[in-house]
Nanobody
Framework: QVRLVESGGGVVQAGGSLRLSCAAS????????MGWFRQAPGKEREGVAY???????KYEDSAKGRFTISLDNYKNTLYLQMNSLAPEDTAMYYC?????????????????WGQGTQVTVSS
């Protein structure tokens, strides 16, 4: 059974930084993706950044230039370094994982999800 546990959320002022972590346990697949997603109150969940376990990375526009995703395969931990945070980044942040299967990059649907960690950015 795959288990994902996020940590690192909190309250920060605009312009500040946070580093989120997602500790994974259990076997996902020999080739897999992990990603960060977020959901603000009243809004749909959206992707933030994704990483394959062989180092391919993609960012959504909201994260480009400010956020950095990294995957430590030895620690089985996914990170999201968030800099220059703005109030619109306030959301519950979720970690997710899925086998890549035949996808060129990452699948659209993820099999495993964490419980989330809250990020609140004050103006």
């Amino acid at each position: 059974q795959v288990r994902l546990v996020e940590s690192g959320g909190g309250v920060v002022q605009a312009g500040g930084s946070l580093r989120l972590s997602c500790a994974a346990s259990g076997y996902i697949d020999s080739s897999y993706c992990m990603g960060w997603f977020r959901q603000a109150p009243g809004k749909e969940r959206e992707g933030v950044a994704y990483s394959t376990n062989n180092g391919r990375i993609k960012y959504e526009d909201s994260a480009k230039g400010r956020f950095t995703i990294s995957l430590d395969n030895y620690k089985n931990t996914l990170y999201l370094q968030m800099n220059s945070l703005a109030p619109e980044d306030t959301a519950m942040y979720y970690c997710a994982a899925a086998p890549r299967r035949s996808y060129n990059f990452c699948p659209n649907d993820y099999n495993y999800w964490g419980q989330g960690t809250q990020v609140t950015v004050s103006s």
